[in-house]
């Protein structure tokens, strides 16, 4: 399978990078990044054929049967469409959309092309994250609450390297995405009453820079989020599984008992590493041509919750 990484060079386009040379019979043939320079170095340095500044020109090569957007937020909507109207399959990361409406367009685009739109819903491969949700589906677990922080220190508009980007991150429709998602995955349900509070915005980045979001399922099971651009400290997000029988701790790919015992994950997954699995289903749902976990319309429940707690802020 042959496969395109926009974004290439940032953050999380090197992961994907890393990512696709642990999977058999994938080749990545063409990279796009908005700077010349950078991106023709990056591509020599990776061993890859192609370099473009322009998604546009990717798209139209014959050997690029999928695209992985790792571009800014404000593009996916735009970026994802253009790839499946180009007859493409697309893995946008997430989020793939800033909006519901947005979201909605994806959503039609792929049903109208039937081809493989995925998100970037990396929490539901984490292997953490699976082995709960494996509980769960046993019987063997029922989630109360889940309390999560996730908590980054970043009063610049920096990326994930803490290097000068041009886009704005968003603590909404980025970073309570991962957790809106993962809660109503986990519990099965939709999310069916909401609220958000936000705090003071940054005055350059016009962004708010601490959150509080409340989440609750037709069952009873509810979510805490807090989320903070301001939190002097390890940055990350941590997962507190209150569940009917046990209580969990997850961070990113390791996970421990209420009392931070380990607990081992070898067997859970093929790797422990969750962008590799977020891409191996991907290239798998091509290749077998089935709706991959993560579809654009699985999520699409997560969005509605996004736009539903942005309409409530005061």
Known sequence: MR?????????FGIKHMDALANIP????TSVMGPTAEKIEAFAKERGVGHWATTLDECLARGDVDAVILSTPTQMHAEQAIACMDAGKHVLVEIPMADSLEDSIAVVEKQKETGLVAMAGQVRRFNPSH??????????????????????????????AKGE????????????????VDLFQYQ????????????GPKH???DIAMDMA?????????????????????????FFRYICDNGTYIARYDDLFDGKENPIDLDGVAVSNNGIELIDREFVSA?????????AVAQVLPAMETLDAIERGFK
């Open 25 to 28: 019979e994938v080749e990545v």
């Open 203 to 205: 005055p350059d980045l």
């Open 3 to 11: 496969i395109c990484v926009a974004g290439a060079y940032g953050a």
């Open 286 to 294: 091509i290749a077998e041509g089935r709706e991959p976990n993560g």
């Open 187 to 198: 519990t099965g349900e939709s999310v069916s009453e909401s609220f958000g509070l936000q």
């Open 164 to 179: 000068a980007r041009s886009w704005t991150d968003h603590l909404l429709w980025h970073h309570a995405c991962h957790t």
């Open 130 to 159: 699976q082995w709960i949700k494996n509980k769960i589906d046993a019987g063997e677990l029922k989630i109360q609450q889940m309390d999560v922080q996730t908590y980054f220190f970043r009063r610049t508009n920096t990326n």
């Open 213 to 237: 979001i409340g989440m609750k399922t037709p069952s009873g099971a509810i979510c805490t989020l807090s989320l903070s651009f301001n939190n002097d400290g390890p940055f990350g997000t």
